[in-house]
């Protein structure tokens, strides 16, 4: 695995320096991870971000009150989830529009769960797939 990073910022130059996975690193240094030492570079960002899941489970409301009763309802496996993600946007006109694009798909497990992993920060819709309903 191999990660590029521009120093353009670092030295006036616009070109790439590959580092290489477990490659780049010092040796024989003691594991301290809030000092800073002459093998630092606080100039690369690798870009971490914060990922989310997104998942619940699917049953029959008998009663339709919104809330599990396992001693009076039943998880349903085998339910085709969907996964849009909202996005607001321009359109041509440059008038603001919100559109909602198919991103993923899950099945519930044995269990009536299902979830989406590895989300960025934003907002979503899960809908029961209409493949459901032949």
Known sequence: MEFMFHQ??????SSAIPLHLGEDEPTGEPFDTTALDANSNLHIDF???EIFSLGNMVWADRNNDGLYDPSREQVISGVVMELHKVIDTLDD??????ICRLI???TTDANGLYVFDSLLMGRYIVAISGTNFP
């Not at 353009?8 to 130059?13: C, R």
């Not at 006109?93 to 919100?98: C, G, K, Q, S, Y």
Request: without cysteine.
């Open 47 to 49: 870009g971490f971000m």
């Open 93 to 98: 006109e440059d008038t603001p529009v919100t």
């Open 8 to 13: 353009d910022h670092l030295q006036g130059a």
């Open 104 to 106: 993923g798909y899950d």
